[in-house]
């Protein structure tokens, strides 16, 4: 079956310094990835996603790196703010039923 | 957040009493999902559906069922609630290949 991993489960950074998430998977097969957003007492919330025939994908102060040989994506958030206080997941779908697996998350606290 | 509802919001209950949960759409889509959330296992797939009265397992089923009579409607129930059972629920739909949440639903059993 699919595993997805993190390999760190809390991340503390200053506010304006850039933060880095980090996600290991490993099938191979997979060809989509997705990196979620959850705020306490909240439902995740979709961030960026990346296909597998791109290497890096860049959103508005975050870029998603995706390296197919070790199976792993990173999640990269410039001048982390306050508000980026949060649990980070990255999840990938199975291949059947719309179904994903996610990673156990990632506590990212921003100090001010 | 794709017009996504739960209710209730927060329940405390007794082991051994019946709970359901609702979810409700307001966009018709087909896939709706229900995942648990405990601290470190993140979300875990416990029942899903792909239209009116179609639905199947997902990782963690034992426990619990679900119906779907209309396509907005979404029913997750513990028969029996265990302490084991306490979690923090979440329904999601689907949208081409992005996962879309509800609030979430704190359950307590006692």
């Known amino acids: 079956g699919e595993s997805v991993g993190l390999h760190l489960p809390t991340l503390s950074v200053q506010e304006g310094d850039n933060s880095i998430i980090n996600c290991a998977y490993s099938n191979s097969a997979s060809d989509y990835f997705i990196w979620y957003k959850q705020e306490s007492g909240k439902g995740p919330q979709f961030i960026i996603d990346i296909r597998s025939n791109m290497d890096k994908r860049q959103g508005q102060r975050v870029t998603v790196l995706l390296n197919k040989t070790v199976k792993h994506l990173s999640l990269q958030i410039a001048a982390t703010q306050p508000g980026d206080s949060a649990v980070y997941f990255c999840?990938?779908?199975?291949?059947?039923?719309?179904?994903?697996?996610f990673g156990t998350g990632t506590s990212l606290t921003v100090i001010p | 957040d794709a017009g996504i509802t739960q209710s209730p919001r927060h329940k405390v209950t007794e082991t051994g009493t019946p709970v359901t949960l609702r979810c409700h759409q307001t966009?018709?889509?087909?896939?709706m999902y229900w995942y648990r959330q405990d601290p470190g296992h993140g979300l875990r797939l416990i029942h899903y559906?792909?239209?009116?009265?179609?639905?199947d397992k997902g990782e963690v089923s034992d426990g619990y069922s679900v119906s779907r009579s209309k396509t907005e409607d979404f029913l997750l129930t513990l028969e029996s609630a265990t302490s084991s059972q306490t979690s923090v629920y979440f329904c999601?739909?689907?949208?081409?290949?992005?996962?879309?949440f509800g609030p979430g639903t704190r359950l307590t059993v006692l």
């Open positions: 999601a739909i689907s949208l081409g290949n992005e996962q879309f």
């Open positions: 966009e018709n889509h087909r896939y």
């Open positions: 999840a990938v779908p199975l291949n059947t039923g719309n179904q994903f697996y």
């Open positions: 559906s792909y239209g009116v009265k179609d639905t």
